[in-house]
């Protein structure tokens, strides 16, 4: 099923028809607004706060060794009943040999806790890796870890598209489609379809490669969102509360709804990033991202 088939207002109007709801989970960095790194009791509070405010029960990160992230987040998962989706950062074998070895520690003791593992975030799309170079980096992992740990990939919705990730289909047990119709430049209006037709395609493409629906790895949204700070904007697309709100409902609510499981990028504001630039070679700010301010509280409300 393509997205560009159904109408937007569709999809808003009655989801529940349709499907049971997906599975809500938030991006989650490792750093205070400072810039100093998490303790074990930051992360039992960020879970407290997106379990009160989203009442989601899952994040992920980016790269397990970084800040001493599995070390401090597997105890407070435990504690606060959460699962977390851990990343290893493959583009250089020093970060891929550090997470992995940060994993591979404390795996056996905390396999209720994680959800899956992810190798590589977006190395697709920056062209760090060819599809097979990262089926390798992936089979290494899955050789590496307990077995019933499930293993992936992030990556661009347009990646698995086009069939740049195509090698990796038949190796991995989950998949996570990043994609942003803020970087893609859609207005308000647009921005929900757009989203969602992007997922389509990624999902029709994976499913098709794997020989239908039933023979497809688990499928996540593994990044959407929308940039809270006015001022921040990417061609049409505005930063804004009430922008981010109105993709956050009609978007990624949507999705949920429609029975896929995803995460928003990301549960707090990160004031310590600095401006990156991005594609049309402007500085881009990444600090308001967050569904919620880096004290916690909301800027609107979480509930789909």
């Known amino acids: 099923m ?12 009655a989801p529940a028809i349709v499907s049971a709801a997906g599975t809500m989970g ?15 009791q930051d992360y039992e509070d960020d879970f407290k706060a997106i379990s ?16 001493n992230f599995t070390t401090n987040i597997l105890p407070a998962a435990k504690n606060k009943g959460f699962k977390v989706m851990l990343g290893i950062w ?20 905390y396999t209720e806790q994680i959800y899956a593992v992810t190798v590589g975030s977006e190395t697709l799309y920056r062209g760090n890796f060819t599809g097979d170079e990262l089926k390798s980096k992936i089979e290494t992992v899955k050789k590496a870890l307990p077995s019933g740990i499930k293993v992936g990939t992030a990556d661009s919705w347009n990646k698995f598209a086009d069939g740049t990730a195509d090698p990796i289909i038949g190796t991995v047990d989950i998949i996570l489609v990043n994609a942003f119709a803020f970087w893609q430049g859609a207005d308000t209006d647009n921005a929900t379809h757009v989203y969602l037709d992007d997922m389509f395609q990624a999902v029709t493409h994976i499913e098709a490669k794997a020989g239908g629906h039933d023979k497809c790895p688990e499928i996540w949204n593994g990044e ?18 009430k922008n981010a709100e ?11 709804d429609w029975g896929f499981n995803a995460f928003y990028f990301e549960a707090f504001d990160e ?26 509280t909301t800027k609107f409300s979480l509930k789909c």
């Open 224 to 241: 959407t969102g929308w940039p809270t700070a006015v001022g921040t904007d990417y061609g049409a697309a505005q930063g804004g509360v």
């Open 90 to 109: 493959p583009d250089v074998d020093e970060s891929f040999n550090n997470d992995l070895n940060a994993i591979t520690k404390v795996a056996k003791d």
């Open 2 to 13: 393509r997205f560009s088939a159904i109408a937007a207002s569709a999809l808003a109007a």
């Open 271 to 296: 004031p310590w990033k600095p401006a990156s630039i991005g594609d049309n070679g402007k500085k881009a700010d990444e600090t308001t991202w967050g569904a919620m301010k880096s004290d916690r």
């Open 246 to 256: 109105t993709f956050y409902k009609n978007g990624f609510c949507s999705l949920l």
């Open 26 to 40: 938030f991006a989650l960095g490792t750093k205070q607004a400072s810039g100093e790194c998490k303790s074990q």
């Open 52 to 67: 009160e405010n989203a009442g989601a029960k899952v994040v992920r990160g980016y790269a397990a060794s970084d800040c």
